[in-house]
């Protein structure tokens, strides 16, 4: 199934003198090359909110938007323009620069990490006999160049929540920190295992090393662990944590208003595009065809391939979408538990695993199927270990505790003069006598049993 080492060399080749064509385009095309990206993602941005309140309406039997334009297509335009003339509201506590500043690095980091993501191979530019790849650039190290401009862009979130003055803020951006190590970690770890299958870090090297098989085939659990980071890394639900509503109110962006929030919306929505096209450039084989349509020989070659990377990156869009109309959100022991228990040590395992697999059938030419399919019996024994591991807990025990605490019929805290009697059974049979005790001697008292004549 895998490719062979003769066709990895050769797609190395190819890659590497591909990266030769990058830097050479003129000024006035690089111009272009960004104003279209710039354009893309905004219109991007302005269809998937639209997308997502059609499909969770759908989802909960409701209608969505049908006001605004055909079918509600210019509902999202109307509510940017609608943030943009609200007032704009700085608390009197705030750090004002840097409160102003946060929002900007949010976005501006978002739209910087297109700068290296392929959308098809080198195409004629039309009316010119210019010869240009469709992607702005690349780098040696593209995709260490996204991982360092996400990290940055989580800077934002944790100086938006500090600088607001505000604890429910502060506790978003402290949740928001916490989330970027835990799950940045996990989803770097499971990037390492695609870096030794296609021997490059840039993002064009990797597409070309998956012209034979997709490295989502090869590499599953590498795959799904990315999955589960990047809902994490973009604070999208269940994992939504850093700014959960029934305990944080709004979190980070609490005090924010009008086009500040704006920029923290958009930085959002941009970001899910971001980690939606780095899991197509790195698993499902980039702006390549699908099978069948592969099969086809004009299918990987023109301005075609934009139109299968885009559709692939919907479908990573939509299960962004599907996730927050079917499951709730997590609790934060919950969160942090799947990111430092299972994740990252399932991750260290399988590269283990996978290194193992390169060495040994690359020096000794051993039939690597085996290997594989030992490795990914022990990485699902693991994650099944690691998941009746978290059942044997107390946990259990506490949630009847609880329970109990409730089955007197009180589910809310007990009225004065009331008591649980699982919680306090020895008060019960005393409190309500002597709560009834004193309160009629208040009543009867000359004056009112408050020592006062």
Request: charged share 15%; proline share 6%.
């Amino acid at each position: 199934m895998t490719t062979s080492l003769g066709a990895h060399a050769g797609s190395s080749l190819l890659a590497a003198s591909d990266l030769s064509a990058f830097g050479q385009d003129p000024w006035w095309l690089v111009v272009i090359k960004v104003i279209l990206v710039f354009a893309l993602l905004v219109l991007l941005t302005l269809f998937i909110i639209w997308f997502e309140r059609r499909v969770v309406a759908r989802m909960q039997h409701r209608i969505g938007p049908n006001v605004h334009g055909p079918q509600g297509l210019l509902q999202s335009l109307a509510d940017g323009i609608k943030l943009a003339l609200k007032e704009d509201i700085v608390p009197t506590a705030a750090d004002k620069v840097v409160f102003i500043l946060a929002p900007v690095i949010s976005t501006v980091t978002a739209f910087m990490a297109f700068a290296v993501i392929p959308f098809g191979p080198v195409v004629r530019v039309p009316f010119t006999d210019v010869h240009t790849p469709l992607q702005l650039t690349d780098l040696p190290v593209g995709v260490l160049y996204i991982l360092a401009v996400a990290s940055v862009g989580i800077y934002g979130i944790v100086l938006a929540g500090w600088s607001s003055g505000s604890t429910y803020s502060l506790l978003g951006a402290l949740r928001s920190s916490a989330q970027m190590i835990s799950y940045e970690v996990a989803m770097g770890l499971a990037l390492v295992a695609v870096f030794l299958y296609a021997g490059s870090l840039s993002t064009s090297e990797i597409v070309d090393a998956q012209q034979r098989l997709w490295f989502g085939v090869i590499l599953v659990p590498s795959f799904l662990i990315y999955i589960c980071a990047m809902v994490g890394e973009t604070n999208r639900a269940p994992f939504d944590l850093p700014e959960a509503e029934g305990e944080l109110v709004g979190g980070f962006h609490t005090e924010y208003s009008s086009l500040k929030f704006a920029l923290f919306f958009l930085a959002e929505y941009i970001n899910m595009v971001t980690v939606s096209t780095l899991a197509t450039t790195l698993f499902l084989g980039g702006w390549r065809a699908p099978w069948p349509l592969s099969l086809w020989d004009e299918a990987n070659t023109g301005y075609l391939t934009v139109l299968w990377f885009l559709a692939k990156v919907f479908i990573f869009v939509f299960f962004f979408i599907w996730l927050r109309g079917t499951l709730p959100r997590l609790r934060y022991d919950q969160f942090m538990k799947l990111g430092w228990k299972v994740l990252i040590p399932v991750s260290l395992l399988w590269i283990v695993a996978v290194a193992t697999i390169r060495a040994v059938s690359l020096d000794s030419g051993f039939d690597r199927r085996y290997l594989a399919a030992a490795a990914a019996v022990a990485v699902l024994l693991f994650l099944v270990l690691s998941f009746v591991g978290e059942g044997a807990t107390d946990e259990p025990e506490a949630e009847s505790a609880e329970f109990d605490a409730f089955a007197g019929g009180y589910p809310v805290p007990p009225m004065p003069g009331q008591t649980t009697p699982a919680l306090e059974p020895a008060i019960v049979t005393a409190e309500p006598d002597a709560v009834q005790s004193q309160t009629h001697a208040q009543i009867h008292s000359p004056d009112g049993g408050d020592g006062r004549g």
